[in-house]
């Protein structure tokens, strides 16, 4: 009973080994058609296989990414050249004594605003007045002395003429046997006794002259002395120290006060070379200080040196500070206006890079293809980014940019610009 029982086992799965796996022949023997599958196989046509390339074409064709585009048309904008600065003091002294004595004007305190050729300090006289009598007292009496000078060159030189004809003469009566040789010997020694006499009177109206010259240089010495005895603003401003205390000793080169003049006032600052060339002298600018005070000026100088270190260049904005509010050495940004410029407002976000590391972005074709194009940022503002290197109108991809390279199928959808 055993034996019966494997045996049916093997007929069963061996029936349903034919009726799962090999159905068809099973079909075709019980409908008497005996096929040559191997035959069959082998007459089949193959398919033909298309290139690797071809295939990778019709996949990248089929591939179409949708984005959202924004249409941005060229416009004008004033290009400028951002810095950052500080303001300046348009002139700042330390006004310092020349000559040496005690303070005896009361002080005036820092913080105060000076006129030109106001008293800062004044120093005792002492005896420079006297000095400069005695000086005076002088003169008179070098000036007599030139008079006499010069009649004595009178006198000096009416010998000399009266010597030089007895000369003549006896040289004269010599060769015609007149006089003697002592004779002639005797005139030519006076002669040149008269000679020494003109130059000896000479020489006093020299030294006349030079005592009035000397007497006129000890006035205006002791003039001098008196006049630095008053020390004064050389320009209206605000004092930044206090001035010298009464009874101070001040010696010559001693700090009087300090002065700094704040109206009209200067904006500093260095520009890239990069950025020189768009820099000119006379542009309009403005500054904002840390405390958000804002002014106006324009460039009144720009260095034509660089500095050796930064190799950037010096540039000053001289501005109105009518009210003093700005204060010297305050940190400002400055802007410097330049010549306009072409360019898209463009949001920040649609900035992307291609494989290289270049900045720009993703344009919509009107083919329907993505194609990146290089851009400059000009300036960075709260509504976007102005750039430029892009056509004068272009449809810029700002959502989906990076998922698309150059030639890619896209699907665009606009979105409104914000130019």
């Not at 003109?198 to 006049?227: D, F, H, L, P, Q």
């Not at 260095?270 to 002298?281: G, H, L, Q, R, S």
Request: with cysteine; net charge negative; aromatic share 4%.
């Amino acid at each position: 009973m055993r034996f019966f029982s494997i045996i049916t086992a093997i007929v069963v799965t061996l029936a349903l080994y034919l009726i799962v796996f090999e159905r068809d022949r099973l079909l075709s023997f019980a409908s008497g058609e005996t096929p040559n599958t191997e035959a069959a196989i082998e007459s089949e046509p193959a398919e033909p296989q298309a290139p690797a390339s071809a295939q990778a074409a019709d996949a990248d064709a089929e591939r179409v990414v949708s984005i959202v585009a924004m249409r941005s048309t060229e416009q004008a904008i004033d290009n400028a050249v951002l810095l950052r600065g500080r303001t300046q003091a348009a002139r700042q002294v330390d006004v310092r004594a020349e000559t040496s004595g005690l303070v005896q004007t009361e002080p005036l305190r820092k913080g105060a605003y000076v006129e030109k050729g106001q008293l800062l300090c004044e120093i005792q006289p002492g005896t420079r007045e006297t000095l400069l009598a005695e000086a005076k007292a002088h003169l008179p009496e070098a000036k007599a002395r030139l008079p006499e000078a010069e009649g004595r060159v009178l006198e000096a030189e009416a010998r000399l003429k009266e010597a030089t004809i007895n000369d003549n003469a006896a040289k004269q009566l010599s060769a015609d046997g007149f006089a003697s040789d002592i004779r002639v010997a005797g005139t030519q020694a006076t002669v040149q006794s008269a000679l020494a006499a003109v130059e000896t009177a000479r020489a006093g109206v020299e030294s006349a002259r030079a005592g009035i010259i000397g007497a006129e240089a000890a006035i205006a010495a002791a003039e001098n002395e008196i006049g630095y005895l008053q020390i004064k603003a050389p320009f209206g401003g605000l004092l930044e120290t206090d001035a010298a205390e009464v009874g101070a000793l001040m010696q010559p080169g001693g700090l009087c006060a300090t002065i700094i003049q704040l109206n009209p006032i200067k904006l500093v600052a260095f520009v890239p070379e990069t950025d020189v060339a768009k820099v000119k002298v006379g542009a309009r600018a403005g500054g904002r200080t840390t405390a958000n005070q804002t002014v106006e000026g324009r460039v009144t100088f720009l260095s034509r040196s660089s500095d050796p270190e930064t190799r950037t260049f010096r540039v000053e904005i001289t501005v109105n500070n009518d009210d003093l509010e700005l204060r010297d050495g305050q940190t400002a940004e400055i802007l410097i206006g330049a010549e306009g410029e072409k360019a898209h407002l463009i949001p920040a976000s649609s900035l992307t890079l291609d494989d290289h590391g270049t900045l720009g972005v993703q344009l919509a074709t009107s083919d329907n293809r993505a194609k990146f194009n290089a851009i400059t940022i000009l300036r960075d503002t709260a509504e976007g980014m102005w750039v430029s290197g892009l056509p004068k109108e272009a449809a810029v991809i700002i959502t989906g940019q990076e998922y698309v390279t150059d030639g890619v199928a896209i699907e665009t959808t606009y979105a409104e610009s914000k130019s």
